[in-house]
């Protein structure tokens, strides 16, 4: 995991401009959509062979106004917890601000080191700039241009000698888990209740793409890591250009989880956009958990929800294996009980059945219900064994594997299900040949 260094600084020191100068790299969501909101901003850079991931904090706040408002407070004091390394940004041409002192109070109670960097000191001429900062108590501000690149390489040769070694990955193994969804479905009310109003959240990781954030957190004592957080919540107001990149974006997050939580607007009813992010996600081989979210909003009476479940059933036939439930990301309803489904379908999804069990079942299918002829032929069924986990997957060795017709297959499917109780995840069957 490499190290987080934070950028923090009131509106327009420059922020953004460093981070671009630092990563080269502007981040597309942001820059081609003005108005959608963000919260932190991360990129990969890296200074004379050492690695970091930068975050730029400017989505906080739109003006000084807001700037200085408790809840800004508050997330700023989570992003400089959450960094190894803090950069703060003072504008060398507006002078000291009092809002550099209030956040230096903020900065020198979090124990982590801090560089303080004083911008728009657009070259040699213009230090004198710099020196009623040092009324801060600041004992070495770097003289910055984030525009001109005047004094950054300076600021970057501190910045990796203080950069604390790589933290180690964590051991534990922890479930991941996708939230997927249309537009609008509720994904990003429903992480918010995830993760708490207490913040239970450990720690947030760069993902594998560049502006990818994971978190981490604790229910019970259990690891879960919620994938790209940051780009679900960091949509705002989203226009109709954006949705579209939006979906695809989070069918991304499918490809790294082991739980897809579908979130399906129930209020909007069940539509064919939702099934095929359904699709998706069992295209992938996730386990998969659908969620009726706005059932709060639902008119109903005692036979509304099987109806529901009925339609799903319907429309999704692919998965129907996969529990489903109704849920109300804005009142909580039932939020907490996804984490017992989520156990349970991991605990299917990460199972190994042993080969003597496997057999057991598939032979008892197998006189259960004879393989049809093929060609005047006999169909024979040698051995199955486990090939791998996550979704469980099982080989089979027959003598002529494409003469097996696609129904008998999902017989055998069902009956390894039924026999070895994989009823909630998706399992693979492969056929082989064997002579
Ligand atoms: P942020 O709100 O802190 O992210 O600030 P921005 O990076 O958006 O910069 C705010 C304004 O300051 C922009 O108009 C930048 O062009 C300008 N700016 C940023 N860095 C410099 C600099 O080094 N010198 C000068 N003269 N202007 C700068
Ligand atoms: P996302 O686009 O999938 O991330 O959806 P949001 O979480 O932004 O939610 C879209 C809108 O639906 C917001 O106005 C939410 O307040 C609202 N919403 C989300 N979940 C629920 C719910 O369970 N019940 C109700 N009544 N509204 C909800």
Redesign the pocket.
């Known amino acids: 995991m490499k190290p987080i260094v934070t950028l923090v600084g009131r509106p327009n020191v420059g922020k953004s401009t460093l981070f671009n100068r630092i990563t080269r790299s502007r981040n597309a969501l942001v820059d081609n959509f003005p108005g959608v909101t963000r919260d932190r901003i991360y990129g990969q850079a890296v200074w004379n062979g050492v690695e970091f991931t930068l975050v730029d904090t400017g989505g906080f706040a739109e003006d000084d106004q807001d700037f200085f408002a408790g809840p800004i407070r508050a997330q700023i004091r989570q992003a400089v917890q959450d960094a190894d390394v803090v950069i703060l940004i003072m504008d060398g041409k507006g002078g000291v601000s009092p809002f550099d002192r209030d956040l230096m109070t903020v900065l020198r109670s979090s124990e982590k080191p801090v560089l303080y960097a004083v911008n728009k000191i657009d070259g040699e001429e213009q230090e004198e700039r710099l020196y009623e900062f040092y009324s801060l108590g600041i004992d070495v501000p770097f003289p910055i241009s984030a525009e001109h690149g005047y004094g950054v390489s300076d600021l970057l040769d501190e910045l990796v000698s203080v950069i604390p070694p790589s933290r180690p990955e964590p051991a534990e193994e922890m479930i991941k888990i996708a939230v997927v ?10 992480i918010n209740r995830m993760l708490g109003e207490e913040r239970l959240v450990v720690s947030e990781l760069p993902g594998t793409t560049r502006d990818a954030v994971d978190s981490i957190f604790k229910v019970n004592d259990k690891s879960y890591c919620l994938i790209d957080t940051a780009g ?1 919540r960091r ?1 705002g107001k ?1 226009t109709r250009k954006l949705e579209k990149f939006s979906i695809i974006k989070s069918l991304r997050s499918l490809d790294r989880c082991d739980i897809a939580l579908i ?1 399906i607007d129930a ?1 909007d009813g069940i539509t064919d956009q939702d099934v095929s992010i359904a699709g998706y996600a069992h295209e992938r081989g996730c386990g998969c958990i659908l969620l009726l ?5 639902v008119e109903k009476d005692k036979h509304t929800a099987k109806a529901y479940y009925d339609r799903l059933r319907l429309a999704a036939k692919f998965l129907s294996f996969a529990p489903a439930m109704t ?5 909580g309803q039932r939020v907490s009980r996804i984490f017992s489904r989520v156990d349970a379908v991991y605990a299917q999804y990460t199972t190994r059945i042993t080969t003597g069990q496997l057999n057991k079942v598939l032979g008892e299918a197998l006189i259960r219900n004879e393989p049809p002829l093929h060609q005047g032929k006999r169909l024979k069924f040698y051995y199955a064994a486990q090939v791998s986990t996550r979704p469980p997957t099982f080989v089979c060795f027959v003598n002529y594997p494409d003469a097996v017709h696609f129904s008998y297959e999902r017989y055998l499917i069902n009956q390894i299900r039924e026999g070895t109780g994989l009823t909630q995840t998706p399992i693979r069957l492969l056929l082989r040949q064997r002579t």
């Open positions: 969804g249309r537009p609008n479905a509720g994904k990003s009310s429903l679900i949509k989203v979130v209020a979210n706005k059932w709060d909003l849920i109300s990301a804005l009142t």
